[in-house]
């Protein structure tokens, strides 16, 4: 992708999502892409866990930074301390940097973006940032929460701007990289079901991500999760572990807007659908009733078909 900033991205990937019941091939537990010279984005098979989030892993002079940690602790399972160390090994091969520093950071606090910290618990020149508001508020000096806005400096010049976004979570946030452009959004925007706790706190989110891209390019809006499948409308359901036909991982400044407009429209709770994304207002009996129901439905079949 050609961009005008001074760390081009490629977004241009296609991500494994899941093999079909009887394939004879497996996945690894993690992919990796190369987002740009000095970002990388990796994904979490869905054999091991249905979430698949990413992880997005970011580095500049002086420290590297690993937002979020994926969906399950064990590292025989899912090693993402061995594949961060490989790529910090790498990535300093052409950097060359002595006690080079790692922060572990979370777009939020639910256990498919924390289970793996424990990884990094005794990992030298390692600090693994806390998971909840007043800790996210210390870390990166944010004194008006959710109103103001923080920074984590990675050396020479690459500085990200942390900002709130309470509704999904009440420590979430979104991070903007000024030199590649793009803005992770964690779970409060992606392709797929938008799940909100706090919705005039989403709103307001909402809003303030709004103000925020009129002010500053972007190059991508890059979230945790795919739900989406290529025809719009239609997701994949709640549990699944394959999902051949998804949509995009990258969405735009657009969609921020869309999703801010849809808002307006779905105040109520319940499961509201949209083209691109679904906004699922509130945790009553009644929608999680639903979502459950689908998803086994969508076991029953894959069992059966295969």
């Known amino acids: 992708m050609v961009n005008m900033f001074d760390e081009p991205i490629n977004i241009d990937v296609h991500w494994n999502h899941g093999v079909s019941r009887r394939a004879s091939v497996k ?3 993690i992919q990796v892409h190369q987002l740009g010279a000095n970002i990388y984005i990796l994904r979490q098979s869905k054999t091991l ?90 870390f990166f000096q944010i004194a008006d929460w959710p109103d103001g806005s923080g920074a984590l400096d990675l050396g020479g010049g690459r500085v990200l701007h942390v900002l709130p976004i309470p509704g999904h979570h009440p420590a ?30 989403f709103v307001q989110s909402l809003a303030r991500l709004r103000d925020f891209v009129q002010d500053h390019p972007i190059s991508a809006v890059l979230g945790c999760h ?6 719009p409308g239609r997701d994949y359901p709640l549990g699944a572990t394959y999902q051949p036909h998804e949509a995009p991982l990258a969405l ?11 808002s307006q429209q779905a105040a109520t709770p319940g499961i509201h659908r949209f083209g691109e994304f679904f906004i699922v207002n509130g945790q009553s009996a009644r929608v999680v009733a639903a979502l459950m129901v689908r998803g086994i439905l969508w076991r029953i079949g894959y069992q059966l078909k295969g």
Request: charged content about 20%.
């Open 27 to 29: 996945e690894p537990p």
């Open 49 to 138: 866990s249905h979430e698949a989030p990413f992880l997005y892993l970011m580095f500049g002079a002086d420290r590297a930074v690993l937002w979020d940690t994926g969906a399950t602790a064990d590292p025989a399972l899912f090693p993402l301390r061995t594949t961060i160390d490989d790529l910090v090994e790498r990535w300093l091969q052409d950097h060359p940097h002595d006690s080079y520093e790692l922060i572990v950071a979370h777009t939020h606090a639910h256990g498919d973006h924390v289970a793996a910290d424990g990884q990094f618990a005794d990992r030298p020149h390692t600090t693994v940032v806390g998971h909840e508001v007043e800790a996210v508020k210390a």
């Open 172 to 201: 979430s946030v979104a991070v903007y990289d000024p030199w590649s452009g793009i803005l992770l959004t964690g779970d409060t925007l992606y392709p797929g079901r938008l799940y909100v706790r706090d919705y005039p706190g």
């Open 252 to 262: 735009f400044p657009e969609h921020i807007d869309r999703v801010w407009q849809a």
């Open 226 to 231: 795919i739900e989406m499948t290529t025809t």
